[in-house]
């Protein structure tokens, strides 16, 4: 590289010798940027997941953010008085809804056929903590929804049933016993366990594998 001397010389070679560093500096830039690009494009291939087999999906509730442990409150913090009847209620309404609700429910479904034992076990959908998660925002819905609309998402669906009167006894029997589920976590905080644990790369089935330990 030319270095800036002194004289007429001097100065033209002060110039190449900027001119040498801007077209280094862009290419560097270039260099930088294609490699950047290979680095993202590494990290979204399928074998990067491969390697990284508890790796979330998007769109998960199991992000990375600090979580709270998991912990159903005992029961005897369900209050006397109206608030623990409605709570009371919801939990039976939770766990008998195809014969409580019939109107509502267009299976044989109890809410708790799938949030295992009142919403009370991790990685089965749970509750515990949920009440304080809501409103959220459902990329499903394209909108923000409150507890009583994600609800009403799992009787419509879930249920192939009707969605219930947001106001009704009911729906605040059944948010007043997630919300006594939710009570000992503080809003928007998550809880260990949300959801369902999400398989990811389970084992490719393997008939010969298959065959032999059939025939054990
Ligand atoms: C057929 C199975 C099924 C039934 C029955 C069902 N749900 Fe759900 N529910 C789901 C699934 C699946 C999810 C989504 C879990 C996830 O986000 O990973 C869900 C999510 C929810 C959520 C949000 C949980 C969260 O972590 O954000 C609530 C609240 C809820 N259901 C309430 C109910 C209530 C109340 C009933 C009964 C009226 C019910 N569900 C019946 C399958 C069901």
Known sequence: MHRPGSGREGEAGFRIGWLGIIV??????????????LAMQSTSSPNSKEKAPIQPPAGSHQGSQSKLPFKVPDRSTIPD????????????????????LPDHVGNDLHCTS??????TVPNAAPWVGVAGMFPEY???????????????????RSMNGKALDPDSPEMTAIVAYITW????????KEVEGRGFLKIQNPPKPNRERGKQIYAQ
């Open 24 to 37: 280094v500096a862009i290419a560097a830039t270039g260099i930088g940027s294609g490699a950047t690009l």
């Open 81 to 100: 008085g109206p608030l623990g009847e409605a709570i009371r209620r919801g939990e039976v309404l939770v766990s008998r809804t195809a014969e409580e």
């Open 114 to 119: 799938c949030h295992l034992r009142g919403g």
């Open 138 to 156: 459902r990329a499903r819905a394209g909108r923000v929804v409150t507890l009583e609309h994600r609800i009403n998402e799992c009787f419509e």
């Open 181 to 188: 589920l939710s009570r000992d976590v503080p809003g928007g």
